[in-house]
């Protein structure tokens, strides 16, 4: 099973400040033949679904806004929100869906 | 509007079983793969199943494997968990997803239902 790390589990921001989350997998979630990493981050608010920001490692979501953003490839990877607003107050989770059984991470609490 | 609504969950005691449903609207559901994620209270999100778009392949997690079983109804746009021999670790809100793209089932999860509650408890 590819094992999810991620860090750190909370961090408290103020409004306005660049945001940084880092997921790493214990084993390479690129896929050589498309050169695709096989890595999702979700963001997750009390009582709701998780939803979906970034895919493939760096695609956002449409209708994301624009602060989000994903980079890294291979097995080390990094979640950035370029300016905290009050509505990104959630639980952020790292995903592979590399191959079975998909594992997520542990999860990173941004509050205000 | 692209919608999943998950329903059959409630209370039941250990070692019974219990079908879950999600219907799905506003997509071609037997195009896409589709999954059962987890997720027990306070915890972070658990995979549970996969069926490919036809349910002819479908893949489960350790912990459900030989006790749940995933299906799916393309003709009622419809797809199906059924767990058998629950245990209390199965306590959970139960949700379908459905995957953003229509080559295989290893793609991201686009849309969530709303979820449903299952508990555990003699």
């Known amino acids: 099973d590819i094992v999810m790390t991620q860090s750190p589990d909370s961090l408290a921001v103020s409004l306005g400040e660049r945001t940084t989350i880092n997921c790493r997998s214990s084993q390479s979630v690129l896929y050589n033949p498309n050169n695709k990493n096989y890595l999702a981050w979700y963001q997750q608010k009390p009582g709701q679904p998780p939803k979906v920001l970034i895919y493939w490692a760096s695609t956002r979501e449409s209708g994301v806004p624009d602060r989000f953003s994903g980079s890294g490839s291979g097995t080390d990877f990094t979640l950035t929100i370029s300016s905290l607003q009050a509505e990104d107050v959630a639980v952020y989770y790292c995903?592979?869906?590399?191959?079975?059984?998909?594992?997520f991470g542990g999860g990173t609490k941004v509050e205000i | 509007q692209v919608q999943l609504v998950e329903s059959g969950g409630g209370v039941v005691q250990p070692g019974r079983s219990l079908r879950l449903s999600c219907a799905a609207s506003g997509f071609t559901f037997s195009t896409y793969g589709m999954h059962w994620v987890r997720q027990a209270p306070g915890k972070g999100p658990e995979w549970v199943a996969v069926t490919s778009n036809d349910g002819r392949n479908k893949e489960y997690a350790d912990s459900v494997k030989g006790r749940f079983t995933i299906s799916r109804d393309n003709s009622k746009n419809t797809l199906y968990l059924q767990m058998s021999s629950l245990r209390p670790e199965d306590t959970a809100v139960y949700y379908c997803?459905?995957?953003?793209?229509?080559?295989?089932?290893?793609?991201?999860?686009?849309?969530w239902g709303q979820g449903t509650r299952v508990t555990v408890s003699s």
């Open positions: 997803a459905k995957v953003s793209g229509i080559e295989s089932y290893m793609y991201a999860f686009d849309i």
């Open positions: 995903q592979q869906y590399y191959s079975t059984p998909l594992t």
